[in-house]
């Protein structure tokens, strides 16, 4: 099904407003006039009741006979039995002492009464008083209901209605048009520079926020392109450069080894980049489709610590585990791929018989605000990190010694899937470290 426009929208809900507000004001004017109609009956029979009142107590009966009048009036006797009335033979008259108009007037002084005929197209109403004589003298009149009057002003309200209709119409139209018109001046390149309604506001900071995020996206996604064809192309033409010397031939077998040695190296380095690329593809789209589980970091840290044990052994680094089991939630390929370049960077940038130091922690303390977080920390004795580097470590191809890290095989991509992997698993990273002094990164792994 369509969805319809925000317009029609506005419109039809501002023109069903507009006729729901004359339905109402028709409904509370025709009730409001027909109740004043109704007080104003009772307050006649009242007045006539007082009138009346001197030919009744002076038995004046055959004045009330005589009076022209289409008010219906009744005489009762305290005891309920009728002995005048001016429409109907008293004869014919059961006692009305069981009438709630005779029983309220008997002990209030007066009441008003109204009941509806059998069709309920019109209604009695009541008015009965106490006489000084302890008599009771009822008068009574007819009213139209509210129905008959709304029958009877059809015509004026059909026409009202139209009129209201036609009104509703043109007036919602004027409005849906005005309430989108800035909505359709929104410049989706500047939104902020667009005069918009006070409510619209955060709209249009998010979509200046969104191109600010996208506009950063492409200039990471350029540099990123940059950066790739750059650490690419200089092992490729040097692998390219030894080929092209073995294939011209008349090289001695010392020297074909060596080259063969750097096409391997280079090879290797360029499997590794790959690699890594494809990492972080996966966890910045989070296509990552495997389930999170129950994990422990001790165990994946000896897993880690096994396969890098080679590169500790030959600068002769001793890589030491303790702490806790570190029960987390995760996804434990990402989990491995975090821990083991964490480690391999500890490692790489490391003074020969250095040392890393792993340490798991549960934060099992009362404060509701670390209660079941674990913290895995690495930390080396290596070269350490000058400050204004901080913030610059965890960008892609980034390298606090560029001249290390290509001796060591490093693709500059290790720390951005350690900060990658963090944000999947909804962990921080914290970092200590001063030049000469070693470094200690904390992942803080949320309850």
Wanted: with cysteine; aromatic share 8%; glycine share 4%.
């Amino acid at each position: 099904m369509k969805n319809k426009s925000l317009t029609f929208r506005i419109f039809i809900n501002t023109f069903l407003v507009g006729t729901l507000v004359y339905f109402i004001s028709a409904s509370v004017f025709i009730s409001n006039m027909h109740d004043y109609f109704e007080e104003r009956l009772y307050s006649e029979l009242e007045a006539e009741s007082f009138f009346l009142e001197e030919y009744v107590l002076n038995s004046r009966l055959d004045y009330l006979s005589s009076l022209n009048t289409k008010n219906r009036i009744t005489l009762i006797h305290s005891d309920g039995s009728v002995y005048f009335d001016n429409t109907v033979k008293t004869e014919k008259l059961e006692n009305h002492g069981r009438r709630s108009e005779f029983i309220q007037a008997s002990m209030n002084g007066s009441s008003r009464i109204s009941r509806f005929s059998s069709t309920m197209t019109e209604k009695t109403l009541y008015y009965a008083r106490l006489l000084p004589n302890s008599d009771i003298m009822r008068i009574s009149c007819d009213q139209r209901s509210v129905w008959v009057m709304i029958l009877g002003m059809s015509q004026l309200l059909l026409f009202m209605l139209v009129l209201a209709v036609i009104v509703s119409g043109i007036a919602a139209s004027f409005l849906s048009k005005k309430l989108v018109e800035p909505l359709n001046k929104i410049d989706f390149d500047n939104p902020l520079a667009t005069e918009v309604y006070e409510e619209l506001e955060p709209f249009t900071r998010r979509i200046a926020e969104e191109n600010f995020e996208k506009a950063q996206r492409e200039e990471l996604r350029q540099q990123f392109s940059a950066n790739v064809s750059h650490e690419l192309k200089t092992p490729l033409t040097s692998i390219s450069g030894f080929a092209e010397i073995l294939r011209a031939g008349g090289t001695d077998e010392k020297t074909t080894r060596d080259f063969a040695t750097t096409i391997y190296t280079e090879s290797q380095r360029m499997i590794s980049l790959v690699n890594d690329i494809i990492k972080l593809s996966k966890l910045d789209e989070k296509s990552i489709s495997l389930e999170k589980e129950e994990l422990s970091l001790r165990e994946i840290c000896r897993e880690a610590m096994e396969c890098l044990a080679p590169q500790a052994s030959q600068k002769k680094i001793s890589v030491n585990l303790s702490g806790d089991s570190g029960s987390i939630k995760g996804v434990r390929p990402v989990i491995y791929e975090m821990i083991y370049n964490l480690i391999d960077n500890a490692i790489k940038y490391n003074r020969e018989e250095g040392s890393v130091d792993i340490n798991i922690r549960n934060m099992l303390s009362d404060n509701p605000d670390i209660k079941g977080r674990v913290i895995l920390s690495v930390k080396d004795s290596g070269i350490g990190i000058a400050p204004e580097e901080k913030e610059r470590i965890f960008e892609r191809f980034y390298r606090v010694d560029k001249s290390r890290s290509k001796q060591n095989g490093g693709t500059g991509l290790g720390l951005s899937i350690v900060k990658h992997a963090a944000k999947y698993h909804d962990a921080s990273i914290l970092l200590n470290s001063q030049p000469g002094k070693g470094s200690t990164f904390k992942i803080v792994f949320q309850e």
